[in-house]
């Protein structure tokens, strides 16, 4: 299983990024797929997450009404579009991959990507 994640970069408070992150080696529609993200010093927290069969989204409250979370099934992508970010939005974002219930525990995700930088500055 790989999970690619791109999309990362630079921007100014206010901006927006969209992260992509590309799947293969599993059935992608079966997994529920998430992101997380981990700040310098910082353990790696919960972002979104959208469950397998379509069976909707969550996320964390320090994000919500700003980023929004969705997937092709037919590309075997999960996207998280970042709108309004902020400088405390600045970490390395990972994407993750579950086999079962929809979960926002780290330690509950089989697969990871290698993570994207997100630099927001003020």
């Known amino acids: 299983v790989q999970l690619q994640a791109s999309g990362g970069g630079l921007v100014q408070a206010g901006d927006s990024l969209r992260l992509s992150c590309a799947a293969s080696?599993?059935?992608?529609?079966?997994?529920?797929m998430a992101w997380f993200r981990q700040a310098p010093g910082k353990e790696r927290e919960y972002v979104a997450r959208f469950s397998y069969a379509g069976r909707g989204t969550d996320y964390a409250d320090s994000v919500k009404g700003r980023f929004t979370i969705s997937r092709d099934n037919a590309k075997n992508t999960v996207y998280l579009q970042m709108n309004s970010l902020k400088p405390e939005d600045t970490a390395v974002y990972y994407c993750a991959a579950r086999s079962g219930p929809a979960s926002s525990a780290t330690k509950s995700y089989n697969y990871w990507g290698q993570g994207t930088q997100v630099t927001v500055s003020s």
């Open positions: 080696g599993l059935t992608f529609s079966s997994y529920t």
